[in-house]
């Protein structure tokens, strides 16, 4: 596609429900990262995807937190058990390669009540 | 440890104005820079990215940016700030020999008086 799209832009949910974020990236960018922009703060890095495979995962918060990218293009990030400090924006991006930048995605904002 | 830290929060300049965000870095080998923009309700949008070459660079919206390895430093500037600017910005470091994984400071939010 023209840009990463995401969706759902906008996520409400219960204490403890569980959760799936998607993100579509730009045609032909092997990379996809996932972050996490709480309020007021900066980027947080959860997850980076090469192809299919996951060889950096070392930002996921916990075991609650998964994600799966399949035929090299959409991916999904799933929170389990979702609790109030899991509130956020999560922000996906893809890249053809380390060193080129990122194109973001506009985001999903969690708001776990 | 590789981090990058925008020394100030929140800046505020009148339209006109000239401006300079502050970015420090440290990261272990050649780094990539990177300046975003996210404006409020938007994704980040990329300004400009330093690889190498030529120290001073340029990007979209008449920024440039400043590469100053002694210093450890990439300071965006824009001679004249227009009251379309006001945004938070994102300094971020990456490097080629990782997964392109960036790190991104804490932002620094600008407000643009008229």
């Known amino acids: 596609g023209a840009g990463v799209s995401q969706s759902p832009s906008n996520k409400v949910t219960e204490k403890g429900k569980d959760v799936e974020l998607r993100c579509d990236p730009i045609?032909?960018?092997?990379?996809l990262y996932w972050y996490r922009q709480s309020l007021g703060q900066g980027l947080e890095f959860l997850i980076y995807?090469?192809?299919?495979?996951?060889?950096?995962k070392s930002g996921l918060p916990s075991d609650r937190f998964s994600a799966e990218r399949t035929g090299g293009s959409v991916s999904t990030l799933t929170i389990q058990r979702t609790q109030q400090e899991d509130s956020a924006v999560y922000l996906c991006a893809s890249s053809v390669g380390a060193g080129y930048g990122y194109t973001f995605g506009s985001g999903t904002r969690l708001t776990v009540v | 440890a590789q981090s990058v830290t925008q020394p100030d929060i929140h800046i505020t300049v009148s339209e006109g104005a000239s401006l300079e965000l502050r970015c420090n870095y440290s990261y272990g080998a050649t780094p990539y820079l990177f300046w975003y923009v996210q404006s409020p309700g938007q994704g980040l949008q990329l300004l400009l990215k330093y690889f190498s070459g030529d120290t001073l660079v340029q990007g979209i919206k008449g920024f440039e940016a400043e590469f100053k390895r002694s210093q450890s430093s990439f300071n965006l500037r824009k001679p004249s700030v227009h009251w379309s600017d006001a945004a938070e910005y994102f300094c971020a470091v990456g490097g080629s020999s990782n997964t392109g994984k960036l790190i991104f400071g804490q932002g620094t939010t600008l407000q643009v008086k008229p």
């Open positions: 045609s032909g960018h092997t990379a």
């Open positions: 995807f090469q192809g299919n495979s996951a060889p950096d």
